[in-house]
């Protein structure tokens, strides 16, 4: 990419507010942050090109992306002046669709604004969901002043997901374009690529957020003019642009999507240097042998390797190693790529998770002459050995390790990378060694509602659900079984039901999940007559993502009348305090509030209502409670 003069560095007064409130220079900032940056610099540098236009941000939250909304908030201010609108949304689908809705407004003559740049961001699973509007408002386009940038917060390890995920074949089957930053400057710098590809190609942009960039720090430069961007010499856009339009056929936009988007996508690419040569032998010297391609974490982890390694530059150079770090990940632009790996010997792809530059490559390279193209070896070696599992995540010895032999392969024994092989190994093991054996199993904070909440009375099983409820399935006593994905709550059993011997079952759903998309599982569970109990557990939070409140209005009498509606035979609120509720109190017809002293008695009750019944717990979240305390929003 082309990138300005930094300005020089000025040491004096300094505020955390400086890295929404600096207009150049270097501050400190984490990839969050630098997210929530983004759209200011997009907006100002919009001014500066003599545009009118407006930010807007919906998504909802999820790891590694679950406390972005809450730097949004603390951000007010300045998205305020800066004309950016956010407004989460109370599912990922749903903020898509509002997402989709920022690009029309410059179809109608009432728009207040030149254009709306737009991000969505969600967790993989949320990309998931929302893959229909993704499609759809990928094919329809983006505003020629607008822009989308589509976040996908990925968990490859699932250390906070019931499943890993990995967000770059869903985007291409949407043919979404996807970039996948390295660090946090990226995040800033390609961001505002991505806004300006957007409104080129026409096309919404995916980027790529994994905990191990976005949860890091470090000092940016965050000047918004720092980015040049280059308009493509070798690509003509159609008259009219590649934009959003209406009326627009489905087989147009098709035609459009297929042809010159992914066309525009590949030579704006090429013209701003997404993807680069990091080391490269000179033509003088060492003939390039060995290429690598890789990016994002990947290319921090062979980076790393390299070092472990002892290759500095200079001795890469000199071993004839090519190093190629990609910034788009799809659709691979091909000409840098042919170019990277032509006359090489062999290319090595480094990418974490399942195979996707080294797919695109291989089709790349495929029909190149036989004597000017390379081996490529990725997640297996030529022999079909795996050397690069897509499952799990890479690590940088893992990467040395298959550096370190290719090399001894094409440049024989080297008693140096040898020792340092040994050494790195050996660490590997130690990492690898069992965990110790008095392994800590998460559970519930103390006062914790879902302490008792999820407890199950004898000769009945329960089914968990996504939230901090979910830990009940590391408790036996609990008789808490399987986990299904959020707002699928319950309708496991519909499928359940007709073959089991079991009559009943009792589902967990977390108000955050039943506000989101759960009720209309309940819906589902009712909708197929069986015979299960939801408990709504209302902790008054979204707490299992850092304590978010309900995205809208929402209160225990609410829910009552809401199930009620959706056919519940016999709902029965159960709480810590049954006076706490004002007299005069609307709930649903026939409600009953109980202690939670009796709780299992009410539970066995419920288990022998035929048909759908409901229990809401009501208890706040205990972190929850302590940080009102702390704000003096609740009573001690
Ligand atoms: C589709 C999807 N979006 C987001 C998430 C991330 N996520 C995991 S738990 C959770 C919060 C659940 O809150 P709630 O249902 O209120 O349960 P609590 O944690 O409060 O017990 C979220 C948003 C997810 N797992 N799946
Ligand atoms: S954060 Fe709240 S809901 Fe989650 S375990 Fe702690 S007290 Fe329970």
Redesign the pocket.
């Known amino acids: 990419m082309t990138v300005a003069t930094p300005v020089p560095l000025v040491f004096g007064d300094y505020a955390l507010e400086d890295r929404y409130r600096l207009d150049k220079g270097r501050v400190y900032m984490t990839g969050i942050q630098a997210l929530v940056r983004l759209p200011m610099m997009q907006r100002r540098r919009d001014l500066a090109a003599g545009l009118n236009t407006g930010g807007f941000i919906s998504g909802?939250?999820?790891?590694p992306l679950?406390m972005y909304d809450h730097a949004l908030w603390t951000a007010k201010k300045y998205l305020k002046e800066n004309n950016i609108h956010f407004q989460p949304g109370i599912?990922?689908d749903l903020a898509a669709t509002a997402v989709w809705g920022t690009q029309q407004v410059n179809l109608f003559p009432g728009a207040k604004v030149d254009g709306v740049f737009s991000i969505w961001y969600?967790?993989g699973?949320?990309v998931?969901?929302s893959m229909d509007v993704l499609k759809h408002g990928n094919a329809a386009g983006s505003s020629p002043h607008g822009g989308v940038i589509v976040l996908a917060g990925d968990d490859h390890g699932a250390q906070?997901?019931?499943l890993p995920h990995q967000s770059e074949q869903v985007f291409s089957a949407a043919m979404i374009p996807v970039i996948n930053p390295a660090n946090v400057q990226e995040y800033l710098d390609f961001g505002l690529l991505g806004f300006a590809l957007s409104r080129y190609s026409g096309c919404w942009i995916g980027f790529k957020a994994i905990s191990e960039t976005v949860e890091s720090g470090a000092s940016v430069w965050v000047d918004p003019e720092r980015i040049r961007i280059v308009m493509p010499t070798d690509f003509q856009l159609p008259p009219g642009g590649l934009g959003i339009r209406n009326p627009d056929p489905p087989m147009e936009a098709e035609k459009r999507l297929h042809g010159p988007k992914m066309a525009a996508v590949k030579a704006f690419v090429r013209a701003n240097g997404f993807d680069r040569t990091v080391i490269d032998p000179p033509q003088s010297g060492t003939r390039a042998r060995i290429g690598i391609m890789t990016t994002g974490k990947a290319y921090l982890d062979t980076r790393q390797a390299l070092e472990d390694l002892g290759i500095s530059e200079e001795r890469a150079k000199a071993l004839g190693i090519r190093l190629y770090k990609v910034g788009m990940t799809w659709p691979l632009e091909p000409e840098g790529a042919r170019r990277f790996a032509e006359g090489l010997q062999e290319v090595i792809v480094i990418e974490e998770k399942r195979s996707n530059l080294e797919e695109q490559l291989v089709h790349l390279l495929y029909n190149m002459p036989a004597d000017r193209r390379p081996l490529v070896i990725g997640k297996a070696d030529e022999t079909g050995h795996i050397i690069l599992p897509s499952e799990g995540e890479l690590t940088p010895t893992g990467v040395a390790m298959v550096i370190a032999g290719r090399l001894m392969k094409h440049m024989g024994e080297s008693p140096e990378l040898k020792q340092r092989l040994a050494r790195l190994e050996a660490k590997e093991k130690l990492l690898a060694a069992p965990p110790a054996k008095v392994a800590r199993t998460p559970y519930f904070c103390s006062g914790c509602p879902?302490n008792t909440s999820t407890r199950v009375p004898d000769g009945s099983r329960a089914m968990a659900?996504?939230?901090?409820?979910?830990m009940a399935i590391w408790m036996p006593e609990r008789r808490t079984a399987l986990i299904s994905?959020?707002?699928g709550e319950g309708v496991p059993w519909v499928g359940q039901a007709p073959f089991s011997g079991d009559n009943h079952i009792f589902q967990n759903?977390?108000?955050?999940?039943?506000y989101?998309?759960?009720l209309m599982a309940i819906r589902q569970a009712s909708a197929a007559g069986v015979n299960i109990t939801y408990k709504i557990?209302f902790?008054d939070?979204?707490?299992?993502?850092g304590g978010q409140p309900h995205d809208g209005p929402l209160s225990v009498p609410e829910i009552t009348k809401q199930v009620a509606a959706e056919g519940a035979k016999k709902v029965v609120v159960v709480t810590d305090e049954p006076d706490k509720y004002p007299k005069g109190t609307e709930f649903a017809h026939g409600v009953t509030i109980r202690h939670r002293d009796e709780l299992d008695a009410v539970q066995r009750e419920l288990r022998d209502i035929p048909g759908l019944t409901v229990l809401v717990y009501d208890q706040t979240?205990a972190a929850e409670k302590r940080r009102r305390r702390k704000r003096g929003t609740f009573p001690d």
Request: aromatic share 4%.
């Open positions: 909802y939250r999820g790891s679950g599912n990922e969600g967790k699973p949320g998931d969901r906070s997901s019931t879902h659900g996504i939230g901090c409820h979910g994905h959020m707002g759903l977390g108000d955050g999940t039943y989101h998309s759960g557990l902790n939070a979204v707490a299992m993502t979240c």
